[in-house]
C-alpha cells in the first residue's frame, strides 16, 4: 500500500499543489492543504477505485481551498501576493497579462474559479472537470463560457501587432 501511495502522490503532486496555489494565492497555506489531502488519501487508500483516485484528489483539495477560503473571508478581502519563484508555476508572474489574469482568476466566483483552473490552467477534459465538481456536462460547459467571459470583461484590452 505504501508504494502505491508515493507512486499517487508523485503522479499528481504537481496538479494538487498547483491548484492550491491558484485558489488560495498563498504557497504555505497551499503546502498545508496539499498536506491535508494526501492525509485523506492514504486514510481512503483502500477504499478509492484507482480510475477515480485523480479526480477525488482535485476535489478533497479544491474543497480543502474553498474551506480556507471561507474561514479567512472576515478577515480581508484583498488578494495576498505569491513569492517570486524561479519554477514554471511561477514564471508567469514575470509577464503583466499573467499577473492581471491570475488575479482576475481569483476574483472570479465559484464554481468558475475551479473551472477555469480545472479546464485552461490544468488542461483538464469536460468530462473530468464534469465529475470532480459534480455537474452535468452541459453545466460545465456554460458555466466554464460564462466565467471567460466575466474574465473578458476583467482584462484589459491588450493590442496585438
Avoid at 517570486?84 to 509577464?95: A, G, I, K, L, N
Avoid at 468530462?127 to 465538481?133: F, K, P, R, S
Amino acid at each position: 500500500m505504501q508504494q502505491r501511495f508515493n507512486a499517487m502522490v508523485k503522479q499528481h503532486q504537481h496538479r494538487v499543489f498547483t491548484l492550491a496555489v491558484y485558489m488560495l494565492r498563498d504557497r504555505a497555506e497551499a503546502e498545508d492543504v496539499t498536506q491535508e489531502t494526501y492525509l485523506k488519501l492514504w486514510q481512503r487508500m483502500e477504499k478509492t477505485q484507482e480510475e477515480v483516485k485523480r479526480a477525488w484528489l482535485l476535489q478533497v483539495t479544491r474543497n480543502a481551498c474553498i474551506d480556507r477560503i471561507r474561514k479567512r473571508r472576515p478577515q480581508t478581502n484583498e488578494v495576498p501576493e505569491i513569492e517570486d519563484h524561479r519554477d514554471p508555476v511561477f514564471e508567469m508572474e514575470q509577464d503583466q497579462l499573467g499577473k492581471w489574469l491570475k488575479d482576475a482568476i481569483t476574483n472570479l466566483k465559484e464554481p468558475y474559479r475551479s473551472l477555469v483552473i480545472f479546464r485552461d490552467v490544468q488542461q483538464h477534459s469536460y468530462l473530468e472537470i464534469a465529475e470532480m465538481l459534480e455537474l452535468s456536462l452541459s453545466q460545465v460547459k456554460i458555466n466554464l463560457y460564462r466565467a471567460r467571459q466575466q474574465l473578458r470583461a476583467k482584462l484589459p484590452k491588450v493590442e496585438t501587432t
